[in-house]
């Protein structure tokens, strides 16, 4: 919600205290599309990675977000890889 609005540091402060905690990908879809969707792509991708090694299933919304963040900053070479 917060990300959405373009809170972006009100959101990583909420998103950081309870990613240990989440085990749904919901949460973190959220955190990513709204940091792409607000101009924080390298934000978005490194919460990506850290989305990665938790072992939470993906789906087409993570992608989604991860592209769009990509797209938003010209990063050609990092969305070809996904």
């Not at 879809?29 to 978005?44: D, F, K, P």
Request: proline share 2%.
């Amino acid at each position: 919600m917060y990300a959405k609005c373009g809170s972006i540091n009100t959101a990583l402060q909420v998103f950081n205290q309870v990613k240990h905690k989440v085990l749904t990908i919901t949460p973190w879809n959220a955190i990513i599309c709204g940091l792409a969707m607000h101009g924080h792509a390298r934000t978005s991708l490194e919460t990506f990675s850290d989305l990665l090694t938790r072992g939470i299933p993906l789906n087409s919304i993570t992608f989604i977000g991860v592209l769009s963040a990509c797209c938003h900053a010209g990063l050609v070479e990092e969305g070809e890889t996904f």
